[in-house]
């Protein structure tokens, strides 16, 4: 059990990072469009940073999304089942995501080998930025999407054979 | 052997829709339909798979996105900021001379709350709890009070920034910008109508709205004129530098951000509000970020299945014209809302509709306000109706049932539908302000 309040804790603790991420976000753009306005110089490569973050930051909150619930669901149907059929209808949903994520993981790795093999890059002049590390990033977090759906189905599982 | 040809689409509407129906996870069920739809086009798992990655790493590399979680952090720092309230307190002033002021302050609250945040359900929550215990309190009728808070909650997705609006626009490769400036307009009529009838209903049945001194609790005219000042200066900020064309409307998000902090510390906020308020912002981003991300599997295959034109041919062969068109898509927008919420609503019709209105001949803002319209009156109709179970949690009084709610905002969703009519009547109600601000 306390594995896996181990792992709620990180996912915690990524998030908070991500979404403090969004305040620099904010301060950039402030000094860029300052930078610009006031003296003709803005901020280089802050276009590929934001780009960049947007991505980054996303997939770094989807555990914590998957953990607290607040992915999108409706539960019209879902509400009016007994609670045996609601059980097969949350592993359904568990299995669903598991293979969303696996599937989102597994087809990232080839194009991010082959972006680093190549030193993939973009932008353009002084400043040009590697696509690898975020390529990267959406597989890691993809995993431990993966497995946080991974988790919550056994957590279920669990659940429902003792009650 | 080869795959299908565009009748796969069907197919995968078909797994799509039961997949939803059956509670998984919305953006997971238009990604998996979206992977089935690929595979049975292709006949090639690898190429069904490199959907997920491809469209996960590119779909949401844009700079223009940013704007939700930004837009969103700053909703949430003002909300825990207690302005809201201030606002509320500052229009109820500005409103003393009309009948059923505090509901008339709600609506024009809600505007100018809205103006500064990004989701509904964030202002109907708010308000729930500022403004219904004032109207009990002097005596309004429970379903009235009810009513406008829900209703009025529905205006911030035509106000910008709307979250709405964005996803819209991401859709359709639109402009922002354009659709922003192209909700004004809609937004204020809205306003005004939701005023003018709470004003008339409280003119003809003065007991609904009992008038009297309203007397806030630690209410402080300098500190809630500072705050609501505040938030008017930020409402300038935003959309006048977008609407000048001093901002992209990232750069207005990053500014209007920025500036909620600074309001949020003189409004003496902590450290750990502070950071309560990031957190929750994070929370109600991500999942919406992840649905564009889905969403965009999900226009992949349409593009490449060649779907689109096999329903834009249905649509044309029904002989309809454009009122018919119109007419079946509000039909499937308002079935849709009942079992979904708005942006998904948005995510699995958008893609599909756009192209066929566009080649009826309608204006795109105009398409776009109309849309956002109805599918935010599909919020106030049972039986999810999200603004309704939003207030009702919200409220601090255990005896509001639903259909208090519901009976109380029958008025605001007729209201509503009215105005997206007139939107649609009269594109330039919307199309007016874009094209003669950004030419």
């Given at each position: 059990?306390?594995?896996?309040?181990?792992i709620?804790?990180?996912?915690?603790?990524?998030?908070?990072?991500?979404?403090?991420?969004?305040?620099?976000?904010?301060?950039?753009?402030?000094?860029?469009?300052?930078?610009?306005?006031?003296?003709?110089?803005?901020?280089?490569g802050?276009?590929?940073?934001?780009?960049?973050?947007?991505?980054?930051?996303t997939?770094?909150?989807?555990?914590?999304?998957?953990?607290?619930?607040?992915?999108?669901?409706?539960?019209?149907?879902?509400?009016?089942m007994?609670?045996?059929?609601?059980?097969?209808l949350?592993?359904?949903m568990?299995?669903?995501?598991l293979?969303?994520?696996?599937?989102?993981?597994?087809?990232?790795?080839?194009p991010?080998?082959?972006?680093?093999?190549?030193?993939?890059?973009?932008?353009?002049?002084?400043?040009?930025?590697?696509?690898?590390?975020?390529?990267?990033?959406?597989?890691?977090?993809?995993?431990?999407?993966?497995?946080?759906?991974?988790?919550?189905?056994?957590?279920?599982?669990?659940a429902?054979?003792?009650? | 052997?080869?795959?299908?040809?565009?009748?796969?689409?069907?197919?995968?509407l078909?797994?799509?829709?039961?997949?939803?129906?059956?509670?998984?996870?919305?953006?997971?069920?238009?990604?998996?339909a979206?992977?089935?739809?690929?595979?049975?086009?292709?006949?090639?798992?690898?190429?069904?798979?490199s959907?997920?990655?491809?469209?996960?790493?590119?779909?949401?590399?844009?700079?223009?996105?940013?704007?939700?979680?930004?837009?969103?952090?700053?909703?949430?720092?003002?909300?825990?900021?207690g302005?809201?309230?201030?606002?509320?307190?500052?229009?109820?002033?500005a409103?003393?001379?009309?009948?059923?002021?505090?509901?008339?302050?709600?609506?024009?609250?809600?505007?100018?709350?809205?103006?500064?945040?990004?989701?509904?359900?964030?202002?109907a929550?708010?308000f729930?709890?500022?403004?219904?215990?004032?109207?009990?309190?002097?005596?309004?009728?429970?379903?009235?009070?009810l009513g406008?808070?829900?209703?009025?909650?529905?205006?911030?997705?035509?106000?910008?920034?709307?979250?709405?609006?964005?996803?819209?626009?991401?859709?359709t490769?639109?402009?922002?910008?354009?659709?922003?400036?192209?909700?004004?307009?809609?937004?204020?009529?809205?306003?005004?109508?939701?005023?003018a009838?709470?004003?008339i209903?409280?003119?003809?049945?003065?007991?609904?709205?009992p008038?009297?001194?309203?007397?806030?609790?630690?209410?402080?005219?300098?500190?809630?004129?500072?705050?609501g000042?505040?938030?008017?200066?930020?409402?300038?900020?935003?959309?006048?530098?977008?609407?000048?064309?001093?901002?992209?409307?990232?750069?207005?998000?990053?500014?209007?951000?920025?500036?909620?902090?600074?309001?949020g510390?003189?409004?003496?906020?902590?450290?750990?509000?502070?950071?309560?308020?990031?957190y929750?912002?994070?929370?109600?981003?991500?999942?919406?970020?992840?649905?564009?991300?889905a969403?965009?599997?999900?226009?992949?295959?349409?593009a490449?299945?060649g779907?689109?034109?096999?329903?834009?041919?249905?649509?044309?062969?029904?002989?309809?014209?454009?009122?018919?068109?119109?007419?079946?898509?509000?039909?499937?927008?308002?079935?849709?809302?009942?079992?979904?919420?708005?942006?998904?609503?948005?995510?699995?019709?958008?893609?599909?509709?756009?192209?066929?209105?566009?080649?009826?001949?309608?204006?795109?803002?105009?398409?776009?306000i109309?849309?956002?319209?109805?599918?935010?009156?599909?919020l106030?109709?049972?039986?999810?109706?999200?603004?309704?179970?939003?207030?009702?949690?919200?409220?601090p009084?255990?005896?509001?049932?639903?259909?208090?709610?519901?009976?109380?905002?029958?008025?605001?969703?007729?209201?509503?539908?009215?105005?997206?009519l007139?939107?649609?009547?009269?594109?330039?109600?919307?199309?007016?302000?874009?094209?003669?601000?950004?030419?």
């Amino acid at each position: 059990m306390s594995d896996s309040n181990a792992i709620i804790k990180l996912s915690e603790r990524i998030h908070v990072v991500s979404a403090s991420w969004v305040i620099l976000l904010a301060v950039i753009i402030f000094i860029d469009v300052l930078g610009r306005y006031f003296f003709s110089t803005p901020l280089l490569g802050a276009s590929e940073v934001i780009k960049n973050s947007v991505v980054s930051i996303t997939f770094l909150q989807i555990p914590l999304a998957i953990y607290r619930g607040s992915m999108i669901r409706t539960t019209l149907i879902y509400d009016l089942m007994s609670p045996k059929i609601q059980a097969y209808l949350r592993t359904l949903m568990y299995v669903c995501g598991l293979l969303f994520f696996l599937g989102t993981a597994w087809s990232s790795i080839d194009p991010s080998i082959e972006a680093f093999a190549v030193s993939e890059y973009e932008g353009e002049g002084a400043l040009r930025v590697p696509t690898y590390p975020v390529r990267f990033l959406i597989i890691l977090t993809s995993f431990f999407a993966t497995y946080a759906y991974f988790q919550l189905m056994v957590k279920d599982f669990i659940a429902s054979r003792k009650s | 052997m080869t795959g299908m040809g565009p009748e796969v689409i069907f197919y995968s509407l078909a797994l799509l829709l039961l997949l939803v129906l059956l509670g998984v996870h919305v953006g997971i069920a238009l990604g998996l339909a979206s992977v089935v739809g690929v595979y049975l086009s292709y006949d090639d798992v690898n190429i069904a798979l490199s959907i997920l990655g491809s469209t996960a790493y590119e779909s949401i590399r844009s700079n223009s996105l940013a704007v939700i979680p930004l837009f969103m952090l700053m909703g949430e720092v003002l909300s825990k900021s207690g302005a809201a309230r201030d606002l509320y307190l500052l229009c109820n002033r500005a409103m003393s001379f009309i009948p059923g002021r505090l509901a008339a302050a709600t609506v024009l609250g809600n505007a100018a709350f809205a103006a500064v945040s990004g989701v509904a359900i964030a202002s109907a929550a708010t308000f729930s709890r500022i403004a219904y215990p004032e109207m009990i309190k002097l005596g309004y009728n429970r379903s009235y009070a009810l009513g406008v808070i829900a209703g009025s909650g529905s205006l911030g997705m035509l106000i910008p920034p709307s979250v709405l609006l964005i996803v819209w626009a991401i859709l359709t490769e639109g402009s922002v910008g354009a659709l922003f400036l192209g909700g004004v307009i809609p937004g204020l009529l809205l306003g005004t109508v939701f005023i003018a009838y709470c004003a008339i209903a409280a003119y003809r049945n003065p007991t609904i709205a009992p008038k009297g001194d309203v007397t806030f609790q630690e209410s402080n005219t300098f500190e809630s004129l500072k705050s609501g000042l505040g938030i008017l200066a930020l409402v300038a900020l935003v959309l006048g530098g977008i609407w000048l064309g001093v901002f992209t409307p990232t750069e207005a998000a990053g500014f209007g951000a920025l500036g909620s902090l600074l309001v949020g510390l003189l409004k003496g906020m902590k450290k750990d509000d502070f950071l309560e308020a990031i957190y929750n912002a994070g929370k109600s981003t991500a999942p919406i970020m992840f649905l564009l991300i889905a969403g965009s599997m999900y226009s992949r295959l349409l593009a490449v299945s060649g779907g689109v034109g096999l329903i834009q041919d249905l649509f044309i062969s029904l002989g309809y014209g454009p009122v018919g068109i119109i007419f079946v898509m509000t039909v499937i927008w308002l079935l849709l809302g009942t079992i979904v919420d708005s942006i998904s609503d948005i995510l699995l019709t958008v893609p599909i509709f756009y192209p066929i209105a566009m080649a009826a001949g309608m204006n795109d803002v105009a398409f776009a306000i109309y849309g956002v319209l109805i599918i935010e009156a599909g919020l106030l109709t049972p039986p999810l109706g999200l603004l309704i179970f939003a207030v009702k949690s919200a409220v601090p009084d255990p005896e509001v049932t639903l259909k208090d709610i519901f009976v109380g905002s029958i008025p605001y969703w007729i209201m509503m539908i009215g105005v997206a009519l007139l939107v649609i009547s009269f594109p330039s109600l919307a199309s007016w302000l874009p094209s003669n601000a950004l030419g």
